[in-house]
């Protein structure tokens, strides 16, 4: 009996050593972890989507119904009651339909450079965050807005080498003030071709094909079929054909004047690349393309005109996730894209070393008094994708000359951009028209400055341009220009600069809303 007490004491202490090991081990793991994050260790990878953040949700669902005001042609299920059919003979002179497409901004202009990449940045939109707007029931929609643009490209590029660029004269165009249903003046068309050529419009429709092909991959093969082959078609005609539209049709660089074809041509083949997963491409923006026109280690902002930043992100996603099986030479090239893209990001973050200057005094990034908000929602969106990008790649941490800094630094930089918008300003004003108690009254928009039932002509309209009351349609969703540098913001229909809103915002808009309406891990590949 004594040695069996003698045993089962043993074996008490063994049990007791076994447990304080299992608990050192658990403390020292506790403790590792601890150390890790405090060093910036890889946070987990976000799983499928969460909970909704309801304020980014709302907003969100206000945001994608400015398409809808924007839609031009036969409406189907119109959804905005003081909308109707409108330019149905667009196009007609070149027996094509280009009755579909969005209007540009508060006028009746279909501008084929900047409705292209709402369209390319729509589709990134949908392919990186489908499956938070498909919680919040915005999948759909935006879906629905995307192939109203891509009907309208496929159609303006009747020939490989020939795609329509334009309908409607400007100059014509802003002598009116009418809405859209009611519309009288003549709508000539613009093309560029081989003789004329316009690489930079001729690439960015092809990115949007690109993109679009792909969010419409595993839904209708068909049409996806057709955009790709668009899109391939209309790179090579804008890289064999090279010249700028601004220079060959100098009356359009007074509206979207393009400063450089370069980064065009590597947007659209990093599309292609990604749609594709053809290496030419890969070779094409990683070789002697990418050293003449990427400008590594030189960021620049995100908008219509610089795609550089946004396909310097995109590049980054395949040293992200696919880069197994590139080429040294190709590896090369995409490490100065990933670098650069970093760049940018450690000029977003605030209290970074590289942090840039250009911010209001409450942390909006500022850039331009036209079209302000533009560039802080657009590095806002890049901002919250290679946030992502890191978070599902397990990438801990970004140096910005040596200070390191986490994913969570980047979204937290996005949603400043984002809550400034939503009305978090020392305005207290939302930007976004439709969300919150106080927005935009007099926004610059010919549709939604005049009733619906008005009977208006060309000039007669003008009286709605000037009336002081506000306006009586809500053009839903409309991002307008936004604040100064000193963030005042003059709530005038006259005062275009500041609350005339634009398909490409809200693409933006769209994007970095449905980023932050809740967390999710990102698709490794689109294909």
């Given at each position: 009996m004594?040695?069996?007490k ?20 658990a403390?020292a793991v506790?403790i ?5 994050k ?9 799983g ?8 980014y949700?709302?907003?969100l669902?206000i945001?994608?119904q400015?398409?809808?005001?924007q ?5 189907v299920d119109?959804?905005i009651?003081w909308r ?5 003979n667009d196009?007609?002179e070149a027996?094509?339909?280009l ?7 508060g006028d009746?202009?279909?501008f084929?450079?900047?409705?292209a990449y709402?369209a390319t940045?729509?589709?990134w ?10 919680v919040?029931k915005?999948?759909e ?7 109203w643009?891509?009907d309208y ?8 080498n ?11 165009d802003?002598k ?11 709508r ?7 003789s004329?050529p316009?690489t930079e419009?001729a ?6 094909m690109?993109?679009a092909?792909?969010?419409?991959k595993?839904?209708?093969s068909?049409?996806?079929n ?8 209309l790179f090579?005609?804008a890289?064999?054909?090279r010249g700028?539209?601004s220079?060959?049709i100098?009356?359009?660089a007074?509206?979207y004047?393009?400063?450089?074809y ?9 599309w292609?690349?990604?749609?594709t997963?053809?290496d030419?491409y890969?070779?094409?923006?990683t070789?002697n ?12 902002w995100f908008?219509?005109?610089d795609?550089l930043?946004?396909t ?7 040293s992200f ?17 990933r ?8 000029g ?5 070393p590289?942090a840039?200057s250009?911010r209001t005094?409450?942390g909006l ?5 036209w079209?302000?908000?533009q560039h802080p ?5 890049l901002?919250a994708?290679y946030?992502d990008?890191m978070?599902?790649?397990r990438?801990?941490?970004i140096?910005?000359?040596?200070k390191s800094?986490?994913?969570a630094d980047?979204r ?8 400034y918008?939503l009305g978090n300003?020392p305005?207290?004003l939302s ?5 919150g108690?106080?927005?935009p009254?007099f926004?610059h928009?010919r549709g939604?400055?005049?009733p ?10 003008f009286k ?9 349609n809500?053009a839903?969703?409309a991002l307008?220009?936004?604040p100064?540098l000193n963030?005042?913001?003059?709530d ?7 609350t005339?809103p634009s398909?490409?915002?809200s693409?933006?808009l769209v994007?970095?809303?449905?980023s932050?309406v809740?967390t ?5 590949s689109?294909?």
């Open positions: 004594g040695a069996e003698k045993s089962g004491g043993c074996c008490g202490w063994i049990l007791v050593i076994i447990v304080a090991g299992v608990l050192a081990a403390i506790a590792k972890i601890k150390h890790d405090s060093k910036g260790g890889a946070a987990p990878v976000p499928p989507p969460g909970a909704v953040d309801s304020k949700a709302d907003a669902k945001a994608v400015f398409f809808d005001v839609k031009s042609g036969k409406l119109d959804k009651p109707g059919d409108s330019a149905l196009g007609s027996k094509l339909d009755s579909k497409g969005m209007f540009d901004a009746h202009m279909k084929g450079f900047p409705m709402t940045v729509l589709s939109a949908i392919l990186e965050y489908g499956d938070q707007m498909d919040v915005q999948l929609p935006s879906r629905d807005a995307l192939k643009i891509t490209l496929v159609n303006a590029h009747p020939k490989d020939v795609l329509y660029i334009q309908v409607g004269d400007p100059v014509l802003h009116c003030w009418d809405r859209p249903e009611s519309m009288s003046e003549k000539p068309l613009t093309q560029v071709n081989t004329t316009g419009v690439a960015e429709t092809a990115a949007a690109a993109a092909s792909l969010v419409f595993t839904t209708d068909t049409y996806s057709t955009l790709l082959d668009h899109a391939k078609k090579s005609f890289d064999k054909y700028s539209y220079e060959n100098p009356e359009v007074t509206y004047n393009s400063t450089g370069g980064d065009e041509l590597l947007w659209a083949a990093g292609l690349y990604h749609a997963g053809d030419t890969l070779s094409y923006v070789g393309n990418g050293k003449a026109f990427a400008k590594w280690g030189s960021p620049t908008s219509w005109d795609k930043p946004g310097q992100v995109l590049l980054s996603r395949i996730f696919n880069a197994k099986g590139i080429s040294d030479s190709a590896n090369s090239g995409l490490k100065m894209y670098e650069t893209a970093e760049a940018i990001m450690c977003l973050i605030p209290d970074s590289t840039t250009s005094h409450s990034i500022w850039v331009s008094d079209n302000s908000l929602v657009a590095s806002a969106f901002a994708l946030s990008y978070l599902s790649s990438t801990a941490t140096s910005c000359s040596g800094y986490q994913p980047l937290k930089f996005a949603k400043s951009q984002a809550d918008v300003n305005m207290k930007y976004l028209v439709g969300y108690d106080k927005y009254q926004v928009h939604a400055s005049i619906a039932d008005a009977d208006t002509r060309c000039k007669d309209g709605w341009l000037e009336s002081k009351e506000p306006n009586p809500v839903i969703g307008v220009g936004g100064f963030e005042s913001f003059i005038s229909r006259n005062n275009s600069m500041q005339e398909t490409y915002n693409a933006v994007g970095l809303l449905s932050l809740t999710s891990s990102v698709v490794q689109f294909i």
